[in-house]
């Protein structure tokens, strides 16, 4: 009986066009993101510009939260 080694599956499973499929629901659903107000709480802001950063939307983060 073969035995399941979860690094071979999914080395396996994560093809470089499942990545990239991965990689682009993961920025529609950032993207989907509503902008935070004034009335967003602190945590939603720092949630907002964490998974922005992260996705690589920096100028997006840029342009909501502008330098005063």
Same mark, same amino acid.
């Given at each position: 009986?073969?035995? !399941?080694? /979860? ?11 499942? =990545? =990239?499929?991965?990689? !682009? ?8 993101? /509503?902008? /935070? ?15 922005? =950063? ?10 909501? !939260?502008?330098?005063?």
């Amino acid at each position: 009986m073969d035995e !399941f080694k /979860p690094v071979s599956f999914f080395s396996e499973w994560l093809t470089a066009d499942r =990545l =990239l499929m991965l990689y !682009f629901i993961f920025n529609s659903a950032v993207q989907a993101m /509503p902008d /935070p107000d004034s009335n967003s709480s602190v945590v939603y802001v720092f949630v907002f510009k964490f998974i922005h =950063l992260i996705a690589g939307n920096i100028n997006m983060t840029r342009k909501a !939260f502008p330098k005063k």
